[in-house]
C-alpha cells in the first residue's frame, strides 16, 4: 500500500517561512515527485518537481522562494517555504508518479494535504 502523508502546515504572517514535509511509504523515491497548491474553488496547480536525478523545477510564483528536496534515506520529500506571502495559502499536496508513465504526477499517488495560511 503506497501512502503519502504531509505535516507542516501551519497559520504564517507575511514574510515568513515553512517547511512542508511529507513522509512515503510503499514506494522509494527514485522517480518524479512534486509539490501542488490548491485553493477553493480552483484546481491543483503544480508547485515545484523534483525529478529522479534531482534537478528541481519550479512555477514562476514561487521561483527563488520556495526549495524542494528529498531524503531517500527517511523517504520523505520536502518544501522549503521563504519569504511568504498572502498569495501562497492554499492546501499544499505532495504526489508521486507511477514508475513507467514518465513524469506523470498528477495520475500517481498523493496526500490529503496540509493548510497553509498566510496573513497579511
Known amino acids: 500500500q503506497v501512502t503519502l502523508v504531509e505535516s507542516g502546515g501551519a497559520s504564517v504572517e507575511s514574510g515568513g517561512s515553512l517547511m512542508l514535509s511529507c513522509a512515503v511509504s510503499?514506494?522509494?523515491?527514485?522517480?518524479?515527485m512534486g509539490w501542488f497548491q490548491q485553493i477553493p474553488g480552483k484546481g491543483r496547480e503544480w508547485v515545484a518537481i523534483i525529478y529522479p536525478d534531482n534537478t528541481t523545477k519550479y512555477s514562476d510564483p514561487v521561483k527563488g522562494r520556495f526549495t524542494v528536496s528529498k531524503d531517500v534515506a527517511v523517504n520523505a520529500l520536502y518544501l522549503q517555504m521563504n519569504s511568504l506571502q498572502p498569495e501562497d495559502t492554499a492546501m499544499y499536496y505532495c504526489a508521486a508518479a507511477r514508475i513507467g508513465v514518465g513524469c506523470a504526477i498528477r495520475d500517481g499517488y498523493w496526500g490529503q494535504g496540509t493548510q497553509v495560511t498566510v496573513s497579511s
Open positions: 510503499g514506494v522509494n523515491l527514485r522517480r518524479c
